[in-house]
């Protein structure tokens, strides 16, 4: 595994990282790792497309998505002929 070395942050963010560590009871170290893991989990897609609509529009009032209708499959073509 890797080692990164995060120079120059603020007191004021070194504190609230201390704070948000101990509520979660985690090590400064393992909540940054799971904040960078979660991040990055999201940049990757890993909402569907739907949720990620409703994040973008929350600050906003929200949206209301309406599901596609079930519609059943018609038969399947018949290659015999």
Do not use: C, W
Not at 25 to 39: C, F, K, P, Q, Y
Not at 47 to 60: D, K, T, W, Y
């Amino acid at each position: 595994m890797a080692t990164l070395t995060i120079r120059n942050v603020d007191d004021v963010v070194k504190e609230r990282l201390r704070v948000r560590a101990a509520r979660h009871g985690h090590s400064m170290e393992a909540e940054l790792r799971a904040i960078v893991t979660e991040a990055l989990r999201e940049e990757q897609g890993a909402l569907n497309l739907a949720e990620a609509i409703r994040r973008r529009f929350a600050p906003f009032g929200g949206v209301e998505l309406v599901p596609h209708p079930d519609t059943p499959a018609g038969e399947p073509p018949d290659f015999e002929q």
